[in-house]
């Protein structure tokens, strides 16, 4: 009897709870994208599955699916809005549906707000589109939040150009909120529509855009894998470049950054909702960890719908009636639960105001590129309040401000870590200047005395650090790291690898780089640079034309010593022609005094020695007692003097470019004269600026780094004090230095003032900050820098004066005149020249005084007894000539 009483009473049980539990109905419809693969299928049975499984729904009750190819006619996607509607609307009648879910991609065009439409006519609706102002219960947050998020990001970025990719529909509206927030903001907006079955061809084109900023939005999510993996592709997801995904939860899952997202790719900012994607079940192969944002909210619409009825049920001991027809007056009672829906989902906190709107959820930014991707790098809560009571801490973002970005920091997330190579008069160690010279170095104001750096860099920083702090209003706190000089980077040609700051920035164990970094293209490959900050000029520092020694007989350089040799042995020649005429032509002098034509003086003219007297004083155009009378030696003196003449202008024409040697330097006006000429040489300073800027440069600029390479001298110098020191050992001024600007006016202003910084530019270099690849410290630093570069501020900071040793610059010695005219030390050669005839004479006449007294001095001379031996023969031919004329007398 026992027995039986229980089997009885467990039987009444069992038919009390099979009359007790029902079966509930849930509309779900798909579309193109949704209905792909059923995949969205599997997401709702697997979340009814989870339902059913008891861990909701009161013990009997079961979630039943309706699929829309169960319904009457399931080519919704055929049809235009409203006839999409129309046919939604009739197809419900009588299903008993308890509510309906519905995504944005249901009919062929105009769909996008199908599910807000929908919503407004029958109830409960749960939206998967956005659905914003609609009676419709939004899985998806309202594109209000979605664009203060979206501003507020990019506000603190500092974006200043973007391209906007973007699918129409909504996110068209989205375009169009954030080009009326140009003009407050200065965003320059480049808007691109998404063409889905030709986003290769589109990357192409944004590839050749110089804006490498895209903020990525897609009404329909599931386009944003074919946008990633074509970006990936066609390396829009590579160094240069920064991505904001709008979209909660993109595609950018942990297999995507291990298998294909590796070093020196794009900077990544994107965003997931907190949830507790762990708790759900899925048959899925994929985790639901990896599953994009709708495919999220889809699970959750089936979740959120099974604790609404647990509520109602529990509450009023029914199930909500179901509404048959769309009507704006039928409301169902389920909506009052919905309402009332509070959980942590698959797709986040799942909460919805009065309105139906998706209220609760906390968003968290993650922003970084290779190791740092997953960097948390900010906080959105959809309601502060809320956030603060669930967290039990204090909101870190502004009053009144419902997304938190944190101030970038990659290799620390305490501070900035500035990289600063030592540079004069860039950055310099204060207490290495003063050691190294011996005096205070000071800086501009007072109150910067105990600064333990100063320089062009330095100040420069202090200057950003303001406008972050005031302008901006981000947190600036920073470190600054020191390299020693030349460390800017080099790259390894066959490895491909940098060292230097280069390296670390690249490595992500620094954040900036400052100094005088110069810009190229083969750093832009792997790394980004700021807007530039300074546009400097590559001259050359040389030896002062005052203090230049060139070699004394340096006017001897018109004529090589073969053409000297050679004019020697036609002087010889012609001497001895001029000789050998005049002794042997019978119309010459000596000819002519033999017929008795001339005197025995006459005779004596082209002696050998008289001969080279002729020649030389013919060569210098000097005039000769006599000229010759024989044509013979008329013709040869008539071409002697030609060639004479030729040569001396010719030796004039090359005299003015010897004697102004040292001022060559000066009248370079371009990399083309400084590659034509070769009266000095040039070399670089290794790892400076100007190394990098030949070394990385264009064509012309390698001609001039070959040239350096080249050289059979070694041109290359380790430090500038080095070459600053071989030019002055270097008295001829054969040696110069070529180099950035500041750096030589720096390097030449300490006694002795002997250097000159050359006023003609030969090469542009460009300074910028240097920053992580897309990294958003590149558009911060470019506000910064564009706002001190307006203010006038950069401008004041570069001519400042960073050392108060420099005494050169006030002494006044680098006088026009010097740079131009003959110097002493150009024509010194003829000084010597003079004093060297000065000494020959002087000697000679010594000698020939000397010689006289020895020989002369106690007898009579040739010449007197030449002279008596005249008068004699004179007294005897006027004797002869009396007695012929008294004999004729005599004989008339």
């Known amino acids: 009897m026992i027995q039986r009483g229980w089997s009885c009473l467990f039987l009444i049980t069992v038919l009390l709870t099979s009359v007790a539990s029902e079966n509930i109905k849930i509309v779900s419809m798909y579309g193109k994208f949704t209905a792909a693969n059923d995949l969205y299928k599997e997401i709702m049975i697997d979340a009814s599955t989870f339902v059913n499984d008891g861990n909701i729904l009161a013990t009997g009750d079961q979630i039943n699916l309706i699929h829309n190819n169960a319904l009457e006619d399931s080519s919704y996607y055929n049809r235009w809005l409203f006839h999409s509607v129309f046919q939604i609307c009739n197809d419900m009648r009588n299903t008993g549906a308890s509510a309906l879910i519905i995504p944005n991609d249901f009919c062929a065009d105009d769909c996008d707000d199908v599910g807000g439409i929908i919503g407004d006519a029958y109830s409960p609706v749960l939206a998967l589109d956005q659905a914003d102002d609609s009676g419709a219960f939004k899985m998806v947050p309202k594109l209000d939040d979605v664009e203060e998020m979206l501003t507020e990001v990019i506000s603190h970025f500092k974006w200043e150009s973007f391209i906007f990719i973007h699918e129409g529909g909504v996110a068209y509206d989205l375009v169009e909120r954030f080009s009326a927030k140009g003009l407050q903001y200065g965003w320059n907006l480049v808007p691109i529509e998404l063409d889905t079955g030709n986003f290769y061809e589109q990357s192409q084109y944004i590839k050749s855009n110089v804006i ?25 997801l590579s160094n240069g470049w920064h991505w904001i995904f709008g979209n909660f939860n993109p595609p950018i899952t942990q297999q995507f950054l291990e298998q294909k997202y590796r070093h020196n790719m794009a900077f990544l900012t994107r965003f997931k909702v907190d949830s507790n994607d762990l708790l759900y079940y899925t048959s899925i192969q994929s985790p639901i960890k990896d599953w994009p944002f709708r495919q999220r909210a889809a699970y959750d619409a089936v979740v959120a719908v099974a604790k609404a009825i647990k509520m109602h049920k529990d509450a009023k001991g029914v199930l909500p009636q179901s509404v048959e027809t769309c009507n704006m007056e039928s409301k169902s009672t389920l909506e009052e639960y919905l309402k009332q829906v509070n959980f942590r989902g698959a797709s986040g906190d799942v909460s919805f105001d009065d309105n139906g709107d998706r209220v609760n959820y906390t968003v968290t930014m993650y922003s970084g590129k290779d190791k740092y991707t997953e960097n948390v790098a900010g906080i959105f809560a959809q309601d502060v309040r809320n956030w603060e009571k669930a967290s039990g801490e ?24 500035i990289l ?48 972050f702090t005031e302008d901006m209003e981000i947190p600036f706190e920073y470190r600054i790291f020191t390299m020693n000089r030349g460390q800017y980077g080099n790259l390894d040609l066959s490895t491909g690898e940098w060292d230097g700051a280069i390296r670390e920035i690249i490595d992500g164990d620094a954040d900036v780089v400052m100094g005088a970094l110069v810009v190229n293209d083969a750093r832009e490959k792997d790394i980004d640079f700021t807007t530039p900050w300074h546009v400097s000029y590559t001259k050359l520092l040389l030896l002062h034309p005052t203090f230049t020694f060139e070699y004394p007989f340096a006017m001897f350089y018109p004529l090589n010593v073969a053409s000297w040799f050679a004019l020697l042995g036609a002087f010889l020649v012609i001497s001895i022609l001029v000789w050998l005429l005049g002794r042997h032509d019978k119309y010459e002098w ?14 004596q003219t082209f002696t050998l020695p008289e001969a080279f007297a002729f020649a030389l004083s013919t060569g210098f155009w000097q005039g000769y007692t006599k000229g010759p009378k024989s ?78 390479l080249n050289s059979e001298l070694d041109l290359i110098e380790y430090r500038i004090e080095d070459a600053v020191l071989r030019m002055r050992r270097q008295w001829d001024g054969h040696f110069t230095l070529l180099g950035e600007e500041k750096i030589l006016e720096y390097a030449s202003r300490r006694r002795p003032c002997q250097l000159y910084v050359t006023a003609k530019t030969l090469g542009n270099m460009t300074f910028a ?20 570069r307006n203010r006038g501020v950069i401008d004041d900071i570069v001519n400042r004066q960073y050392s108060s040793n420099l005494e050169c610059a006030k002494t006044g010695i680098f006088k026009e005149s010097a740079k131009k005219s003959f110097t002493v030390h150009d024509m010194q050669g003829v000084y010597y020249m003079m004093f060297l005839g000065i000494g020959g004479s002087l000697i000679v ?5 000397l010689y006289y007294l020895l020989w002369f001095k106690d007898r009579p001379s040739s010449s007197s007894r030449v002279t008596k031996k005249r008068i004699m023969n004179s007294r005897n031919r006027n004797a002869k000539w009396t007695e012929r004329q008294m004999i004729g007398t005599g004989a008339r």
């Open 212 to 236: 490498k900023n895209i903020l990525m939005y897609a009404t329909n999510e599931d386009v944003l894998v074919e946008v990633v993996d074509t970006a990936f592709e066609t390396e829009l």
């Open 394 to 417: 204090k909101w870190p973002g502004k009053p009144g401000k419902r997304m938190y970005v944190k101030p970038f920091r990659q290799s620390s997330a305490a501070y900035i870590k």
């Open 420 to 467: 600063m190579v030592t540079e004069p008069p860039f950055f310099m160690d204060h207490g290495e200047e003063a050691r190294r010279y011996r005096v205070p170095v000071n800086s501009n104001n007072q109150a910067e005395d105990e600064d333990s750096y100063l320089g062009i860099s330095w100040e420069l920083l202090k200057e950003v650090e303001k406008v």
């Open 590 to 603: 000596r000819g002519r005094a033999k017929r008795g034509v001339a005197s025995e003086e006459d005779g």
């Open 631 to 708: 044509w013979a030696l008329r013709i040869l003196t008539v071409f002697w003097c030609w060639f004479t003449i030729c040569m001396t202008f010719l030796y004039l024409w090359n005299l003015n470019t010897v004697l102004k040697f040292s001022k060559t330097a000066l009248k370079i006006q371009d990399q083309h004269d400084l590659l034509m000429q070769d009266q000095f040489e040039f070399g670089v300073v290794r790892d400076s600026p100007s190394f990098d800027l030949y070394r990385y440069g264009n064509a012309y600029d390698r001609e001039i780094f070959d040239r350096i």
């Open 769 to 788: 900050f240097a920053t992580a690849s897309g990294s958003p410290l590149r558009d911060q630093f470019t506000r910064a820098i564009n706002i001190l």
């Open 845 to 849: 006449f010594v000698l020939e005084g």
